[in-house]
């Protein structure tokens, strides 16, 4: 029997979608058995306890849970997220229902003897309630008391070799798509670099130090698994400077509707589509217009592809990225909360990606950004925001990047250019009697 | 280069906890650029440094909504609570 009636809660249910309340009546249920025997470190019912502050609030129109506070593990400032409830004598089983982030491993590789761990752990000390995973990447564990917090910090640390993520004014978990792993269209080592990363910047994780959030992500390409472009501060997109490499016979292959060359790698076959057309499903969608398929043969402009993997990822047994591969880095995309959603804009169009000198090219780029923003940035001011307000010419300035076709996104809609003294020659001075002798009083 | 101020690590300590129970009347918790005030001449990662610093030798704590982080002197006003309330 349920512990608190939850007839508003109970609705979510009826739709034809998984429900979370179906899960948490589960979980309250599970606690409540115990078969397994977990000797509960919070109290027993607190899952049912949510599900009843939820039930309120529903009632009531009105969140039931404190915005924030002071909770974390020692010398940390993010990776715990003070949650508490203000109905703490209706429900004391979630007075304190705090959430950890724990940094996920890269390309979320793990073993299910790992995730047992981690879940044996979360019930013994927790809520037994996550998210696999939040929007940053993260494995979120919901909901646990004040003094378990550093228990279960000194269990991942020691015993699982693992790190809580990023929270608050931090550098958020970095977060990359597997690419190389197992991705044959990977233009740089994903894991590899947001690894590096992740220990380079530790303080920048765990102390807080910025105006706001900062996030990176990794897509091995720009098929963007991650979203890097539309979720990250700054976007780390793997690409290629060379040619797309083109296998005609391949592409021949397609044409002919050969079983063994399915489009889309045989993604969408669910449904008939016809017989394959090069011209509706490939050229015709390129969307700067730079193929052609004549006599057998497909040609690409490749100084006028966008490397938008369109006609890559249609016809995957004929078309691979080029050879000589980097990234480009995008800043500034962010969540609507001011000014509306942004995507990242292009800052970098190509780069190359250098183990072997710890990434120089790449954290210079990065350190640059960051000393202007903490200089400039204001009190919760995103970066995609500062570059709204100082313009995206100050960030090239900032990290000394000469500005290129590829920065264009539309052309200029305001027709004043002011110049700088050092931008024009001979500067401001002038050599009046040198003028004089042209020009006459 | 960092100022005299933020290189000696008592009088800057010192600096912002004045600096932070001068406010106490009216606040207790900060943005990071507060602090840059206390340093006008210091780059924001090395002011960060000493701030953080400060939080491990527990005179300073982190107050944090989930999505920014404030600082405070130890045990100083509300400690969970909603931003900007007091
Ligand atoms: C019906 C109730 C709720 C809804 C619809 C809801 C919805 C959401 C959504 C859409 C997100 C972003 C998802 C993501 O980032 O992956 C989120 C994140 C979060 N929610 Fe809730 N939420 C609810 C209740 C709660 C409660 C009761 C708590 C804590 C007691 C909570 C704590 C959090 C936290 C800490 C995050 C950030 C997780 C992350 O890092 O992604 N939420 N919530
Ligand atoms: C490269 C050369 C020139 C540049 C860059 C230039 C630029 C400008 C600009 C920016 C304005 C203000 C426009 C506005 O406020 O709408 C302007 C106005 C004006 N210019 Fe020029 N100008 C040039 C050459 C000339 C020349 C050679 C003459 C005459 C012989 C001239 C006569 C005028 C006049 C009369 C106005 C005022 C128009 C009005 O108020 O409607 N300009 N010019
Ligand atoms: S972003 Fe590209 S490289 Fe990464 S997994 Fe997706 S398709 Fe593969
Ligand atoms: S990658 Fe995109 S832009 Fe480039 S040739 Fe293929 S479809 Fe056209």
């Known amino acids: 029997m349920a512990k608190h009636e939850t007839p508003l809660l109970d609705e979510l249910e009826s739709g034809p979608w998984p429900s979370f309340v179906s899960d948490l009546k589960q979980q309250a249920e599970v606690r409540a058995k115990n078969e397994k025997g977990v000797e509960f470190q919070i ?7 949510l599900l009843g502050v939820l039930e309120l609030s529903y009632k009531h129109g009105r969140t039931h849970w404190k915005h924030g506070g002071i909770v974390g593990v020692f010398g ?13 004598k209706l429900f004391p089983g979630v007075e304190h229902f705090h959430t950890m982030r724990v940094n996920q491993p890269c390309g979320k590789y793990y073993s299910t003897e790992y995730l047992r761990k ?54 958020r978990t970095p977060a990359d798509c597997l690419g190389q792993s197992r991705c044959e269209y990977a233009c740089y080592d994903t894991s590899a670099l947001c690894h590096f990363l992740t220990n380079e910047y530790q303080d920048e994780l765990h102390r807080p ?34 040619d797309i490499r083109i296998d005609q016979d391949a592409v021949n292959k397609y044409v002919e509707n050969d079983p063994a060359y399915p489009a889309n790698a045989g993604a969408h076959k669910g449904k008939d589509w016809g017989p394959f057309d090069i011209e509706k499903e490939v050229t015709g969608l390129c969307p ?23 006609c890559i990822n249609v016809m995957p047994r004929a078309l691979k990225v080029g050879k000589e591969t980097g990234l480009s880095i995008l800043c500034g995309a962010k969540a609507p909360i001011l000014d509306g959603a942004q995507m990242g804009s292009l800052l970098v169009p190509f780069i190359e990606v250098n183990p072997d000198n710890d990434y120089e090219e790449i954290t210079e780029v990065i350190e640059n950004v960051w000393d202007w ?12 925001e500062l570059i709204m307000r100082q313009g995206f010419q100050k960030l090239l300035e ?13 052309p200029r809609t305001n027709p004043y250019i002011f110049w700088k003294e050092d931008e024009v020659t001979g500067g401001w001075e002038r050599d009046v009697e040198e003028y004089r002798k042209h020009h006459l009083r | ?44 990662r090395e002011i960060k440094k000493v701030v953080n610093k400060m939080v491990e030798n527990e005179i300073l704590e982190f107050w944090s909504s989930g999505s920014t982080t404030m600082y405070g002197l130890k045990g100083a006003g509300i400690q969970h609570s909603s931003e900007g309330e007091e």
């Open chain 1, 373 to 384: 923003w903490m200089e400039e940035g204001k009190n919760r001011e995103r970066l995609g």
């Open chain 1, 76 to 88: 940390y400032g993010g990776g715990v997220i003070g949650r508490y409830c203000d109905q703490p």
């Open chain 1, 43 to 49: 109290p027993q019912d607190c899952v049912d306890d």
């Open chain 1, 118 to 171: 981690l879940t044996d752990l979360w019930d013994f000390r927790g809520s037994g309630v996550t998210n696999m995973h939040g929007a940053t990447g993260d494995i979120i564990l919901l909901g646990t008391t004040t003094p378990q917090l550093e228990e279960v910090f000194w269990t991942l640390t020691h015993d699982f070799n693992q790190d809580l993520g990023g929270s608050g004014s931090n550098l």
């Open chain 1, 288 to 310: 700067t217009g730079c193929m052609k398929f004549e006599n057998k043969k497909l040609t690409i402009d490749n100084a006028n592809c966008t490397r938008c993997m369109h």
């Open chain 1, 209 to 242: 130090a910025f105006p706001y959030k900062f996030k990176f992500k990794f897509d091995g390409c720009p098929n963007c698994c991650v979203a890097s472009i539309a979720r990250s501060d700054m976007s780390f997109i793997g690409t290629w400077k060379d």
């Open chain 1, 398 to 410: 900032v990290t000394g990047i000469e500005a290129m076709p590829q920065h264009v996104a539309y």
């Open chain 2, 1 to 44: 280069m960092s100022s005299d101020l933020l290189n000696d690590k008592e009088a800057a300590q010192k600096a912002v906890v004045d600096w932070l129970e001068k406010k106490a009347g009216s606040k207790t918790k900060f943005y990071i650029k507060d602090f840059y005030k206390i340093f006008p001449d210091d780059k924001p």
